[in-house]
C-alpha cells in the first residue's frame, strides 16, 4: 500500500532556503509525486510535478526560487530566498495519495 | 485559462443531501481524469472520488455507498451527489484535474457543513 510521509512542520528564517521532504513508502520509490502549496485559508495551489530521477516540471507562474530534487524514494522541495508569503501547508501527492503534510514557518 | 469552480456546499442536517458542482474552463472535463478532495477543519487533503475519462469511478471507503460522481459533458462540468450526510463529512470539497495520477489544476473549493 502506497503511503507519503511528510515531517509535520518546518521552520526557516526570511531570506534563507529550506528543504522539505516527502517519503515514498517501500516498493514505490519510482513513483513520480506533485508538490502543492496551500496559503491560509486558500485552496491548493499545485506546485511542480517531481519525478524519481529529479527532474520536474513547474505549474503556471511559480517562482524559480521553487525546485525540486530526489534521491531513492525521497522527493524534495527546496525553497530558497524565503518569502513571508511562503509561510504555508506544503502536500506530496500521486494518485489518490497525499502526504500528511508539512506547515512551514518562516521566522 | 485553465480554471475549475466549485458551487452548491451549504448547511445541511445529519441524513441530507447536498449535490456540488465544478465548473470548468479551458479544458474538456470528459477527456481528462477528475477528483473531488475535500479537507475538514483543521486536517490534511483527503482524496473523495475520481472519475477517470472513460468513465470509470472510484471512491474512498469512506463515502462510498453515499456520494455518486459525475460529469455533464454538454455543461462542462463536474458533479458529487452527496447523501445520507454525516457530521464527519463536514469540510471544504475542492475539484481537481488530474494528469497522469497528479492533481494539476484545483478549485477554490466549497464548504459542506453538516449539523443539525
Known amino acids: 500500500q502506497l503511503v507519503l510521509t511528510q515531517s509535520p512542520s518546518a521552520s526557516a528564517s526570511l531570506g534563507a532556503s529550506v528543504k522539505l521532504t516527502c517519503t515514498l513508502s517501500?516498493?514505490?520509490?519510482?513513483?513520480?509525486i506533485a508538490w502543492h502549496q496551500q496559503q491560509p485559508e486558500k485552496g491548493p495551489r499545485y506546485l511542480m510535478k517531481?519525478?524519481?530521477?529529479?527532474?520536474?516540471s513547474k505549474g503556471d507562474g511559480i517562482p524559480d526560487r521553487f525546485s525540486g530534487s530526489s534521491s531513492g524514494a525521497e522527493r524534495y522541495l527546496t525553497i530558497s530566498s524565503l518569502q513571508s508569503e511562503d509561510e504555508a501547508d506544503y502536500y506530496c501527492?500521486?494518485?489518490?495519495?497525499f502526504g500528511g503534510g508539512t506547515k512551514l514557518t518562516v521566522l | 485559462e485553465v480554471q475549475l469552480v466549485e458551487s452548491g456546499g451549504g448547511l445541511v442536517q445529519p441524513g441530507g443531501s447536498l449535490r456540488l458542482s465544478c465548473a470548468a474552463s479551458?479544458?474538456?472535463?470528459?477527456?481528462?481524469?477528475m477528483s473531488w478532495v475535500r479537507q475538514a477543519p483543521g486536517k490534511g487533503l483527503e482524496w473523495v472520488s475520481v472519475?477517470?475519462?472513460?468513465?470509470?469511478?472510484y471512491y474512498a471507503d469512506s463515502v462510498k455507498g453515499r456520494f455518486t460522481i459525475s460529469r455533464d459533458n454538454s455543461k462542462n462540468t463536474l458533479y458529487l451527489q452527496m447523501n445520507s450526510l454525516r457530521a464527519e463529512d463536514t469540510a471544504v470539497y475542492y475539484c481537481?484535474?488530474?494528469?497522469?495520477?497528479?492533481?494539476?489544476?484545483w478549485g477554490k473549493g466549497t464548504t459542506v457543513t453538516v449539523s443539525s
Open positions: 517531481l519525478n524519481s530521477d529529479g527532474s520536474h
Open positions: 501527492q500521486t494518485g489518490q495519495v
Open positions: 479551458g479544458f474538456t472535463v470528459s477527456s481528462n481524469y
Open positions: 472519475i477517470y475519462s472513460g468513465g470509470s469511478t
Open positions: 481537481a484535474r488530474e494528469s497522469y495520477d497528479l492533481m494539476d489544476v
Open positions: 517501500s516498493g514505490h520509490s519510482s513513483y513520480a
